[in-house]
């Protein structure tokens, strides 16, 4: 996705997607609309349709936010430190097109890895799996 294709897709979100996406916030927690989605299917970045997430990963960490155990590929996201809390944490963005989507932290499921990506709703689309 090109530079101008990102400026117009971030154009066209909402003011609270603007402002987790861009501005780094956060959705309440247990407001999100796919914190209980169990259906099947791929979650992608809401700017630029990314891939980023698959429900075969999705797990109820118990914290109100949509969380996941691993992404659909590494090279789709980036991982950067914060310490914008006084403490570090990483945070998890689109690689394509820099939208915040997020925090990873190291208290996961253990038979998986031991991850928890902890994504806001709003930084992401649901696309549901086509039955046969």
């Known amino acids: ?3 101008a294709a990102i400026d117009k897709a971030k154009k066209s979100l909402s003011q609270e997607r603007y402002n987790i996406c861009f501005l780094k916030g ?3 927690p247990f407001s999100g609309r796919y914190t209980y989605v169990k259906d099947k299917g791929e979650y992608l970045c809401v700017v630029c349709k990314t891939r980023l997430f698959s429900s075969s990963t999705k797990y109820d960490s118990g914290t109100g936010w949509p ?3 691993d992404v659909i590929k590494s090279a ?3 991982l950067e430190p914060d310490y914008s809390l006084g403490e570090e944490r990483t945070e998890v963005l689109c690689k394509t097109c820099g939208a915040h989507l997020g925090h990873v932290f190291d208290d996961g499921p253990g038979d998986h ?4 990506y902890c994504i806001n709703s709003l930084a992401l689309d649901f696309v549901p799996k086509k039955e046969p």
């Open 113 to 116: 890895g031991g991850k928890r």
């Open 67 to 69: 969380s996941f155990w």
């Open 76 to 78: 789709n996201v980036k």
């Open 1 to 3: 996705m090109n530079r």
């Open 26 to 28: 956060t959705e309440l």
